[in-house]
């Protein structure tokens, strides 16, 4: 890997599977330790494909790649389970450089028929409060808590992992309002901690190969897996940023995994270069 975070301290949150597991594993291949969360207990049934996509097992892969992985478990609907996180690493590490807000409340209703072509008044009202529960406010509780550890050291990255539906119509209106609302949040909370050098972006992957792609690919010959990022390429591109010492000239901004990997010059796990959606996604 051509970039060192030898030394640096990372949060991945729902890290168990997707694209937060390649994002801790993008930071681990390049020496960081990373500590990765998520819930202990499921609450609801997984697919039998995720059955095997734990929090031990991401720890693990870190290991293997060089970093050193550390696993906590944290519902992060649960203010106190969240400060609990971050008194622990503040702790055992004295410091902290990379908060990357993964966890997403929208998958167990993605795996439903309603989220997809169905009018927001028929939807379950559930659906609003889980992606604004975990994918809104856990984003603002996490950043609470790393900023304040962050401004103490003048220097940190707080990345929130957003996507297109931020820009424009995309699956449902309770996706599209989350999406849009990380992307403000992340932008006034630049606005903030700039003085301090803490840097806050939102992060647009591009279509990810996560597992449930994997499996899809299986039953749809539209799934073309080798034209999508792989989901550590989601975590280089947080990687390449960690390691820029001038990325506070990118705070504020919405980013997109392929073009920050067209500016670094770095490519996916496959050697690949994906290329960004901004075009096909992206609504002016």
Not at 217 to 227: C, R, T
Request: one cysteine or more; hydrophobic letters at 40%.
């Amino acid at each position: 890997m051509m970039f060192d975070l030898s030394g640096k301290v990372a949060v991945v949150t729902g890290a168990s599977r997707g694209v937060g597991r390649g994002i801790a594993l993008g930071l681990g291949e390049a020496g960081a330790t990373v500590y990765v969360t998520g819930r202990e207990k499921r609450e609801y049934p997984l697919p039998e494909f995720l059955n095997r996509s734990t929090l031990a097992d991401t720890a693990a892969a870190i290991n293997q790649l060089g970093g050193e992985g550390i696993v906590h478990y944290c519902d992060h609907c649960d203010d106190e389970a969240v400060k609990t996180l971050f008194e622990r690493i503040t702790k055992e590490q004295g410091r902290l450089d990379i908060l990357v807000n993964n966890a997403w409340g929208g998958g167990i209703h993605a795996m439903s028929d309603y989220f997809f072509n169905t009018p927001f008044w028929e939807q379950p009202v559930a659906l609003w409060d889980d992606h604004y529960q975990v994918g809104v406010r856990s984003n603002y509780v996490a950043g609470k808590y790393a900023a304040a550890q962050m401004v103490k050291q003048n220097s940190g990255l707080i990345v929130n992992i957003s996507f297109y539906g931020g820009q424009r119509y995309f699956n449902n209106v309770a996706y599209g309002v989350c999406k849009a609302t990380i992307d403000r949040m992340s932008e006034d909370m630049a606005h903030e901690l700039k003085p301090y050098g803490v840097t806050v972006v939102s992060l647009y992957p591009g279509n990810v190969s996560t597992e449930g792609m994997v499996e899809l690919a299986k039953y749809n010959e539209a799934v073309e897996l080798s034209k999508m990022e792989s989901p550590q390429f989601v975590g280089r591109s947080i990687a390449a940023l960690a390691q820029d010492e001038q990325r506070l000239r990118e705070t504020g901004k919405i980013l997109i995994t392929a073009e920050l990997a067209d500016y670094y010059g770095f490519t996916d796990i496959n050697g690949n270069h994906p290329e960004s959606l901004r075009s096909l996604l992206w609504e002016d």
